[in-house]
């Protein structure tokens, strides 16, 4: 039997987020059905809503930073029970074939559809959308289901599942360690994530941003150094400096500046955006350091697990601000202004009830 759900969803790309009713499935053996209890808001929300990527199917319900507890679990689910807090991010099905599936990177899959996404699918084998964690209820395979560490905060978990390991992999993947010089460009939802983990890493970071008003904010996550993008001498300074960088810029705008600022074999790791630069990029800043540019996509399930537990034996978080859903319009209007400090979290448990 499917089970009655209410969430916000759009209608069209201009349209405002507005609450409807749908179904979600019937538990399949596999299935663990979710309360859910807090949404992160990602950037990648209003990106999707927009359809920025081109690829949106509407209705569109975002969510991919999702914490709850367990309902309801279906016959075959064997590491999960009712009541268990638990965590879903940005896929909730692969082809598990693939040799990335094989190799745990499931956000790489190469079957025929790649992942699903927990949002915006693409379409299960049903002919459906997939619908994301602006909802009070979800259903999703054990297999990419995540545990939650009992010591951390709940609202401050829910970014973890996106903006936590998208930040935390390629820290990983890079090979980031203790004494070396790492910059995280723009301090947002992913950026503030990203300096928290890579001073717990112990990396000495280095904030570039354009908002001069972070710079506290910044020495209190974790970073030693802040500069304004826009100081061009003391972007002049830094060239040459970093052992890797990680930039969570969200629109098109000018890499060349920032590849500058690596050392030799150094890579800048883009995270923040998915379409092209706005500048054609400079190989010859690239050759003659021989730098790498590189992007990086979310992490895979085990490497969320692992980021959950890293950030449960570091007591790290998110810095979140808890709102009601009704008010998550003016939640994209602020992430696009760059209001938000650090994270909006949707408190569903408590504010989504049917109108
Ligand atoms: P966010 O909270 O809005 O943070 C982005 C930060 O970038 C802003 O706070 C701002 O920091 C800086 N910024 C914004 N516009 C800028 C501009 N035009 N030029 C320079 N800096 C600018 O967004 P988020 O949730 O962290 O997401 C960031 C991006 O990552 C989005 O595009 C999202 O779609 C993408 N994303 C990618 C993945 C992946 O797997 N690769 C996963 C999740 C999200 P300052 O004020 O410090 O400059
Ligand atoms: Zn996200
Ligand atoms: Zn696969």
Known sequence: MTTS????S???SYSALQQI???RRALEPRDVQIDILYCGVCHSDVHQCA???KNTMYPCMPGHEIVGRVAAVGPAVSRLKIGDMVGVGCMVDSCHACAACRDNLEQYCEGPKGFTGTYNGPFKPDGTNTFGGYSNIIVVDERFVLTIPTNLHLP??????CAGVTT???LKHWKVTSGQRVAVVGLGGLGHMGVKLAAAMGASVTVLSTSPDKRDDAMRLGAVEFFDTADHKAMQRLELTFDFMLSTIPDAHDINPYIKLLKRDATLAVVGLLTPFANPTENGQVAFHRRCIAGSLIGGIKETQELLNFCGEHNIISDVEVIDIKDVNDAFKKLQKGQVRYRFVLDIGNTLRPT
């Open 156 to 161: 401050g978990v829910a970014p973890l599942l």
């Open 21 to 23: 009713a749908f179904e």
């Open 5 to 8: 759900a209410i969430g916000y």
């Open 10 to 12: 759009t209608k069209h």
């Open 168 to 170: 935390y992999s390629p």
């Open 51 to 53: 359809n920025d990527w």
